[in-house]
């Protein structure tokens, strides 16, 4: 790392990219508060606010009351919580309600909530009336640290996940931290599977940082805001070299072709499996793999699991409450996967924690094998570790 170090509230991280698209990370306690002034200072005369139900009950009032000291206007669409939302349906009833609101290319879509929130109103405020400026105000770990950044935006498709969207950058990211305390446990330990990705993609000295400091991310300390600033950081730096993933902005989607496909197979069900779960048992699964193939150290593909475990994450296909189905229907859905290049499955796979790599073109037998063993594994404790009765 790119230790993480204490700053004074709120930390800022730039992403700078250029032509005047370039915008500020704001990272502390409290940013709702003060959300309006900041958003007036953009320009424009009115904000409409896309949310889910559960943070509209939440934060709603409190962002729309910033607004209106701010002097800007604002309405409210809100949508169902979860993944379910990030779908042809919910794109057309955030599209209308923008539409009613009369939002016009002045204006600000505001988007407040998780990752759901952010893609879905992202990808509205990307093509209403061809590109309405937008802000993100993420308010899982999982938004703060990944989603609201970089402009990826976009809804499911029922043959696959994130496969209609577009690359629209906000205009400003106000990551308020103290709304994770609002946060459900089972959400928090599915932003940790991203911020744990930083350290097992590049950064080996974060992911030592991340084992030593976890609790402190979870229970609200300072590790809060400077692991939320040590990802925003590595993911600007990425995104700000490569912004339309011609190349390495793939690494950042490690864990994410197994964790997709088990997204679609459980049919983007939240109650069943949420996108960090997905992305943990896919991390998991990529470091195995990796050391199946001979890649990394069998020692690295079982530290990376021991913490996401220790850490209250899935990390075995055996987890998916009501199955995934076999190897068959796992390599068929990472088929849809947007990596995939003449039908050959591109998979981030490592060398060793802090060592990814893109590795294009691999050999489907041994995929398959791979998937059918891990389907197979016998996960019941060696009789060693069985309690004596
Ligand atoms: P989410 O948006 O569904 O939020 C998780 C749950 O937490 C929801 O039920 C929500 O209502 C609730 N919630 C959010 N903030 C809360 C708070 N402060 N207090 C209480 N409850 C709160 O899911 P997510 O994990 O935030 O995001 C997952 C989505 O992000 C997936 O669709 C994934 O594909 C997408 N994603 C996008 C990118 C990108 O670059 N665009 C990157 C990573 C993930
Ligand atoms: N989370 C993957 C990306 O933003 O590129």
């Known amino acids: 790392m790119t230790e993480p170090s204490t700053h004074p509230v709120p930390l800022t991280v730039h992403v700078p990219l250029d032509a005047g698209r370039d915008y500020d990370i704001l990272i502390g306690r409290g940013l709702i508060e003060t959300a309006g002034a900041r958003m007036a200072a953009l320009g424009g005369r009115r904000a409409a606010i896309v949310t889910d139900e559960t943070v509209a009950a939440l934060y709603g009032a409190r962002l729309q009351d910033s607004l209106e000291r701010a002097g800007l206007g604002s309405g409210v669409i809100t949508v169902a919580p979860g993944e379910s939302s990030k779908s042809y349906a919910g794109y057309a009833q955030v599209c209308d309600g923008l539409l009613a609101l009369r939002v016009e ?3 600000l879509v505001v988007a407040l909530g998780g990752g759901v929130v952010g893609d879905l109103a992202g990808f509205a405020a990307a093509t209403l009336r061809r590109g309405v400026r937008f802000v993100q105000v993420p308010t899982s770990l999982l938004a703060q640290v990944d989603s609201s950044v970089g402009g990826k935006t976009g809804i499911n ?3 696959g996940k994130n496969l209609i969207g577009a690359f629209h950058q906000p205009r400003l990211v106000l990551a308020d ?4 305390d609002t946060l459900s446990e089972r959400e928090m330990r599915a932003g940790y599977a991203e911020v744990a990705k930083y350290g097992l993609i590049a950064d080996a000295a974060f992911f030592d940082w991340c084992e030593a400091n976890w609790r402190g991310i979870f229970s609200g300390g300072p590790e809060r805001e400077e692991a939320v600033a040590a990802c925003c950081r590595a993911k600007a730096a990425v995104v700000t070299r490569d912004e339309r993933e ?8 490690l864990g994410h072709t197994f964790g997709h496909a088990l997204e679609r ?3 983007y069900d939240s109650a069943r499996l949420v996108h960090g779960e997905g992305v943990a048992i896919g991390t998991a699964l990529a470091f195995r793999f990796s050391a199946r193939l001979g890649l990394c150290p069998g020692q690295d593909a079982g530290r ?3 913490h996401l475990a220790l850490a209250g994450l899935p990390t075995r296909l055996q987890a998916v409450p009501g199955g995934c189905g076999d190897a068959d229907a796992l390599l068929d859905a990472m088929a849809q996967d947007k990596k995939v290049r003449d039908g050959a499955l591109t998979f981030i796979l490592a060398r ?3 060592q990814s790599f893109i590795a294009p073109g691999n050999d489907r037998s041994e995929e398959r094998a791979f998937l059918e063993g891990e389907l197979d594994a016998d996960l019941r404790p060696s009789p060693r570790h069985r309690p004596s009765l």
């Open 352 to 354: 060793g924690i802090g």
């Open 246 to 253: 011609d190349g390495e902005r793939a690494l950042l989607n």
């Open 265 to 267: 197979l459980t049919g």
């Open 177 to 180: 931290t103290a709304t994770l």
């Open 157 to 159: 498709a029922p043959l």
């Open 304 to 306: 990376v699991a021991n």
């Open 105 to 107: 290319r002045g204006d």
